[in-house]
Structure formats: C-alpha cells, structure tokens
C-alpha cells in the first residue's frame, strides 16, 4: 500500500520562503517521477514542478526562478523549496508519485501567502 505523506506548509508573508517535504513508502518498484500540484480555492488542480528518477526536473512558468524541486532517492523524498512567495501562491499542495506504473497522490498540504 503505496503512502505519500507531505508536511511543510504553513502561512508566511509575501516574499518569504517555505519547503515542502513529500515522503513516499510502501513502493515495491523503483519510484518514477515525483511531481508537485497544487489546487487554489475555486480553480482546478494545477501542476507546479516535476523530477524524474535521474534529476531532470521541469517547472510551471509561473513558479520558474522561485521554487526548487529536488528529491533523495535513498529517503524516497521530494522537496520543493518554494522562495520569494506571492499571495498567488496559496493553495493547497499535492505531492505525486509514480510506483510502477501507478501514480499515487498524498492528502496535502496548506500554503498560505498573506
């Protein structure tokens, strides 16, 4: 049973920064691309940044030059390092996965930019 569990967010001020973490567990298969989406109220689930197995990462261009993502293959972690935030920025965080050839997602987290 594939578990992604994110932490990180929290309410900070415009130009600030918060990290997002995103723990995978219960992969039997090597882990694929592990991605960021987040979903404002009112709008659709949107996608914000990407990392493959090998590091090639890929970025919305409405978070390119501010948000980072990385990931540590021996923790099955990814992290988005998310700088200089903007109200726009708020909304609620998802982390994917892929496990095999199933994309898992986790619960959430909330990022808040006043």
């Known amino acids: 049973h594939v578990q992604l569990v994110e932490s990180g967010g929290g309410s900070v001020q415009a130009g600030g920064s918060l990290r997002l973490s995103c723990v995978a567990s219960?992969?039997?298969?090597?882990?694929?691309?592990m991605s960021w989406y987040r979903q404002a109220p009112g709008k659709e689930r949107e996608f914000v940044s990407t990392?493959?197995?090998?590091?090639?990462?890929r970025y919305a261009d409405s978070v390119k030059g501010r948000f980072t993502i990385s990931r540590d293959n021996a923790k099955a972690t990814v992290y988005l390092q998310m700088d200089s935030l903007k109200p726009e920025d708020t909304a609620m965080y998802y982390c994917?996965?892929?496990?095999?050839?199933?994309?898992?997602w986790g619960q959430g987290t909330q990022v808040t930019v006043s």
């Open positions: 994917k996965a892929v496990c095999g050839i199933t994309a898992y």
């Open positions: 219960g992969c039997n298969y090597r882990i694929g691309a």
């Open positions: 990392i493959d197995s090998r590091g090639t990462t």
